[in-house]
């Protein structure tokens, strides 16, 4: 199947600091890209879609001002916590759908966030 | 909006045997995809199995099978002969045809795999 990367795999942050998850499709091209929020022992959660060449569309109660999405070429989407506090600490996992394969969708292997 | 319901948060299961996940989803849509995906420690996301509304026939992928009914709106899965490395979380998750090709997730089943 196609292949996602996500980097960094973790990271850890002082409160107050920025950070940013890098998402690739490694061998197909993907216009638009979705980012989730997992907190332990729960589901995924949509916080937005990436939209390759315009905004990205968040769901409702996300921040756009604080989750930066920016997604740059048909290959890469950014994620950008800006001024992280402790509560912003979670799992994050970006999927790409694959047009060759009925839009199906490929997940990477998710960003542990840890602001201390 | 659709929902997607798991309403089992844990199940367990003894090796070999066999054990059903279940999943309810609304929708007022007719054409639309189930997935049921699983994540196991390493948190990494793996498509178990997938499932064409339009499609009567359950879908069947080695030991995974579904029992979808789409009148009822009710989409299981079936895991036979369960082995150790089936351990994980299982989530249900519904994609329309027409909404950008995002999912919804169920809240998500544990299984357990008792040697």
């Known amino acids: 199947g196609a292949v996602v990367s996500q980097h960094p795999s973790w990271v850890i942050c002082k409160s107050g600091t920025s950070v940013k998850i890098e998402c690739r499709s490694l061998d197909f091209q993907a216009t638009t890209m979705f980012w989730y929020r997992q907190f332990p022992k729960q589901s995924l959660m949509l916080m937005a879609t990436s939209n390759e060449g315009s905004k990205a569309t968040y769901e409702q109660g996300v921040e756009k001002d604080k989750f930066l999405i920016n997604h740059a070429s048909l290959t890469l989407s950014t994620l950008t916590v800006t001024s992280a506090h402790p509560e912003d600490s979670s799992f994050y996992i970006c999927?790409?759908?694959?047009?060759?394969?009925?839009?199906?969708?490929?997940f990477g292997p998710g960003t542990r966030l840890t602001v201390t | 909006a659709q929902t997607v319901t798991q309403s089992q948060p844990e199940m367990s299961v003894q090796e070999a045997e066999t054990v059903t996940l279940s999943c309810t989803y609304d929708t007022s849509e007719s054409d639309y995809y189930l997935f049921w995906y699983k994540q196991p420690p390493s948190r990494q996301m793996i498509l178990v199995i997938r499932q064409e509304a339009y499609k009567q026939q359950n879908a069947t992928e080695n030991r995974f099978s579904v029992n979808f009914q789409k009148a009822a709106k009710s989409f299981s899965l079936k895991i036979s002969d369960s082995q150790l490395g089936d351990a994980a979380m299982y989530f249900c998750?519904?994609?329309?045809?027409?909404?950008?090709?995002?999912?919804?997730f169920g809240g998500g089943t544990r299984l357990m795999v008792k040697p």
């Open positions: 998750a519904y994609r329309s045809n027409n909404a950008g090709n995002m999912l919804t």
């Open positions: 999927s790409a759908p694959d047009t060759r394969r009925a839009f199906e969708q490929y």
